[in-house]
């Protein structure tokens, strides 16, 4: 299988993993009673872990998109010539992707930190469990960021396609000089 | 500057970062008084985010040091040779390179994260802050944090140079084949 090929298809799925996560956590709502006659409703909002999360997903979707229509439009003539201008194209996305999934996985890594807290608590720190009381809540936040995990994985795997075809242009005996 | 010696230095001075890193975290105690007659002393165990940093630090310079003592061993083989075994060292150490690199900046993020909320605790949440009655023990964590995205940011440099040095062996016309 081409290697483009492949790449436009592992964006696509994450792009799409990417939305699924946004829209999870986006439209997670859920109304519960914490102390006897005061009542709360849980969204997306209360923890600023998951704003960032959302913003995250959306942005990276976004860039994706971008990337396919780039590479869709300029493929053929990125293939013939390394040496012009589409060497910098390449450069480019190289730093782009690599920049991409370290924010993705440490968006995911700090909503996973939160949402523990707010599962166990940190008794310590007197900071109450919260997802006693938001149970539904919770396992759709879950279920958000597995799918997030696995977003990333596909972007980790994107971001090593993209270091492979841009160093394999380059000389194995100088350094930093095209073949 | 030969491309070997340059991630050597980087790797060094990325194992002492992290070290200076965990030290700070883990000799970082203050005792306090939260509630009038109830003083507490904080630890890095109070919270689970900080105990995984020290032990993601101590190992990546572990791993680092392996690494190091690795390269200067065999650097004058491999340079040689990349047909041989040394091949299948030099993908082990790119996927090992690129795996702490997304392990050290997870571990860095949570804390983050965590600490913000213990800055500026969560009022939706009823998590209190902490940071105004733990002055000096939260300064240093902050201090801890800059010094390990320090370590974090040679480390993806270190990646990137193994991602080239792997990646330059290939052929830029054909699907992974060696030159």
């Known amino acids: 299988m081409d290697i483009t090929r492949m790449e436009a298809l592992l964006r696509a799925c994450a792009t799409l993993l990417l939305l699924t996560t ?20 849980a969204t997306f909002r209360d923890m600023n872990a998951l704003y960032v999360l959302v913003f995250m997903d959306v942005a990276v979707a976004g860039y994706n998109l971008v990337q396919l229509v780039i590479r869709g439009l300029l493929s053929s003539h990125m293939k013939q010539d390394m040496n012009g201008s589409y060497k910098h194209l390449a450069w480019i996305s190289f730093l ?13 890594s700090a909503c996973l930190t939160a949402s523990l807290l707010a599962v166990r608590g940190e008794h310590d720190l007197f900071w109450m469990k919260l997802c006693n009381k938001f149970n539904r809540f919770c396992n759709q936040i879950g279920g958000a960021l597995l799918c997030g995990y696995a977003a990333f994985f596909l972007m980790a795997l994107v971001s090593s396609l993209s270091a492979y075809s841009l160093f394999r242009h380059y000389s194995p005996k100088k350094y930093l000089v095209l073949k």
């Open 22 to 41: 946004a829209c999870l956590v986006r439209f997670d709502t859920q109304t519960s009673l914490i102390f006897p006659e005061y009542s709360r409703t």
């Open 96 to 108: 782009f992707d690599q920049a991409v999934v370290y924010m993705l996985f440490a968006a995911n």
